[in-house]
């Protein structure tokens, strides 16, 4: 049966790729971007294979731009019954320049050098409203669509290093433990109103945000990308498509008793002690 999905961040490499898949089970597919145009360009992309998208412009952080956005998706498709909350990402802001604290690193006075001590209050927010603010406002405005309804479910973005945080990127992996605990909190507080919640933890996947840390100019791995591979049973990064089939199952019917689950895919990473 056809519902009516709303995807934050939907503009970017991961999202978009979802939106697609979404739109080709027959789904009216709304795309929130803060950059309206690249939610309308793959809502077009959509539109031309013959599915029914819309591009929203939606600020996560603006409860207001989010009832405005609500609104026309309600006037273009009627009530939503699936939230995808993709928005997210990191800030150079709260991320140290190395992995480990070095005595040494306290006399360091090089430009854009930065240990823990140098972390940047505002970055640091900048990051946890982004990740958790701007999956709790979405959560708060579309949820209300969905309560007493059936088959209605929302989809939140962790990540695995919310299981066990990655180096250097301390506000990045906490906010995004904060969405797996926001998770399995919303599960059992929308459990009476019909409205499940699940989250993605994906792995390592190349996107706009982080290809400059894991690969080259010529596209041969960074160090950093290198220590990934190393660490990754599969031996690879992921693709967006690799999304798609964890969110179809739980967006879909098969996962009607399925809620308050955090899955990672991740091609093994979590799974590996590098021994």
Not at 42 to 53: S, T
Request: proline share 3%.
């Amino acid at each position: 049966m056809s519902k009516t999905i709303v995807l934050t961040g939907a503009g970017g490499v991961l999202c978009g790729t979802l939106a697609k898949a979404l739109a080709k089970q027959g789904h009216n597919v709304a795309l929130l971007d803060l950059r309206k145009e690249a939610a309308d360009e793959i809502a077009n992309v959509i539109k031309a294979d013959g599915g029914k998208a819309i591009g929203v412009a939606a600020n996560v952080l603006e409860k207001e731009s989010l009832q405005s956005a609500k609104k026309e998706v309600n006037d273009a498709f009627g009530d939503c019954d699936i939230l995808i909350n993709g928005a997210g990402g990191n800030h150079p802001l709260g991320t140290t320049s190395n992995t480990h604290l070095l005595e040494s690193d306290l006399e360091n006075k090089a430009e854009g050098f930065k240990t823990f001590f140098d972390l940047d209050t505002n970055g640091i927010k900048f990051v946890f409203d982004l990740n958790f603010i701007g999956t709790l406002l979405p959560t708060q405005v579309f949820a209300e669509d969905m309560i007493g309804k059936e088959g209605c479910s929302i989809l939140n973005i962790s990540s695995m290093n919310a299981f066990t945080p990655l180096t250097k990127i301390p506000a990045y992996s906490g906010a995004k433990a904060a969405i797996s605990n926001f998770t399995q909190w919303l599960a059992v507080h929308f459990s009476k109103v019909g409205i499940r919640v699940n989250a993605l933890a994906p792995g390592f996947f190349l996107t706009d945000q982080n290809r400059s840390l894991l690969t080259n100019t010529d596209g041969s791995l960074t160090p950093r990308g290198n220590q990934i591979i190393d660490q990754t049973p599969m031996g690879k990064f992921g693709e967006p498509e690799d999304l798609i089939g964890t969110t179809l199952w739980l967006c879909g019917e098969g996962a009607s008793f399925v809620t308050g689950v955090v899955v990672p895919i991740d091609g093994g990473f979590s799974a590996y002690s590098g021994v």
